[in-house]
């Protein structure tokens, strides 16, 4: 994830005004996020109520098992949930969330999670996010809860 | 996290025979784990069925909210659930996790998470975690639900 | 539900042969299962992987606040998933579970819960529910994963 | 759970003012929940972010498996939950609640559920609920998240 990865192929923002635009703006914003710099976690799509992100798997992701580390592979749908909830007019925190796991996968591998709103109520909402190997299969199943603050 | 961690005055390990023991041998391998390496986990403390871990907070853990990640204190959680599940005979997977978060704390400061069993089946076992910061005070709350192995 | 209700119109069943088909065999018994009785839960289609309950929201489903009651709309859904994930060759029981609740809906009105298979390994499988009105809007998000005996 | 439990020896209310005490109210409103009428809850004591339930499990909480319906063991927890998170002055509601399963009872033992408050904060709070059989020994353990209004 670099600076400039809001104006990027890859990124897949349905805005053309960063300066006014919710969603242009939250993309610029979770493109520089420093924890997800830190872990190697790339913004792929944002839309509203929806994000992409990819986490292609290194040594330093696994676990002491050899095997990708829960902590990773839930930062990549951590981090799909919170573009997505954050694309309205009001900032989002999480609340609750969980994961089930299903699948382990190897080294370079690319994993990808797909967050999509299920509910936008007025002081909170919710989103399931999938994430999937570079086949498709299901890797991780995450759900998450956000409150919204008014600005 | 550094490879003579399981040694240091830090790491208060419940055990002395490191070649038998599966707590002293699980010490010594997740106090290797890459991925708590690469976020800046310490393993603080290990015995059956409890574990402790320690991060302290840098601006490479925030969110683009400028408040911890919820990747980072999950991952955090999580390294305490994985140690504390695995200090027995049986290779231990997380199969299901839930976390809830409580309060974001500032750039420096130093969380702990403490696991406990509370359920040890013959298949699963159950461990809630709780993470607080410096003064004690809840930050999130953390289940997880392991499927265990015959090595 | 009643006895007959497997073999009734409103149940589905993607079987004809019930003595030897495990998708007949559970949807006579999740017919008959004691506590949907006693709630009032019926079982309106079962396939492999898969299942459909509904509920008639009356006065003694509410909860003090005069809305239905977290446990009638979680025991719905959770039908959902005890017949959907028993479809199959193995005896499945609950590990974990979890329920996101978004809107309340007035006595009269039929709740109806979808279960859909999202995983299904050697010894666990998971399963995520829908629980919508009678319009299809989203009224909780449920998912769940089961351990599975060999008989 | 009879019109006059939140009067009766079971229920340990922590005060005396019914007509202003919220812990007092929802006692009382609580021990007239329809749900837990119909299921067969009983509330045993409410305290500032605090109740315990009880279920005596009887062949119609059963579920096909013959073993008490994981509905049935919610709705104990829950109604726990719900009491405990309606000792304050706000009205709460829950958001998200999770639960682990670990151990089946017999028919006749009673169930025990005790909720506690682990985070009181200014619009959600959470409750950590867990169900003991008559030993003591648990039987599943859950955790509610609830959304607080202003009345």
Redesign the interface.
């Known amino acids: 994830m670099t600076d400039d990865a809001a104006d990027s192929d890859e990124t897949d923002v349905a805005a053309d005004d960063e300066d006014t635009n919710p969603v242009a703006e939250?993309a610029e914003?979770?493109s520089?996020?420093?924890?997800?710099?830190?872990?190697g976690i790339d913004l792929a799509s944002v839309h509203p109520g929806y994000a992409e992100t990819m986490l292609t798997v290194e040594?330093?992701?696994?676990?002491?098992?050899g095997?990708p580390?829960?902590?990773?592979v839930?930062?990549?749908a951590?981090?799909a949930f919170?573009a997505a909830s954050?694309t309205g007019s009001k900032?989002a925190?999480?609340?609750?969330?969980?994961?089930?796991?299903?699948a382990a996968v190897d080294v370079g591998e690319t994993l990808r999670a797909v967050a999509e709103e299920?509910?936008l109520?007025g002081?909170?909402a919710?989103y399931?996010v999938r994430v999937t190997d570079e086949t498709g299969d299901?890797v991780a199943?995450f759900?998450g809860?956000v409150?919204r603050f008014d600005d």
Do not use: K, M, Q
């Open positions: 939250i914003r979770a520089n996020d420093p924890f997800c710099e830190t872990v040594e330093r992701h696994l676990n002491f098992h095997t580390h829960g902590g990773a839930y930062a990549l951590d981090a919170a954050n900032t925190v999480a609340l609750e969330t969980n994961i089930s796991y299903f299920t509910h109520g002081r909170t919710a399931d299901p199943t759900r809860r409150y």
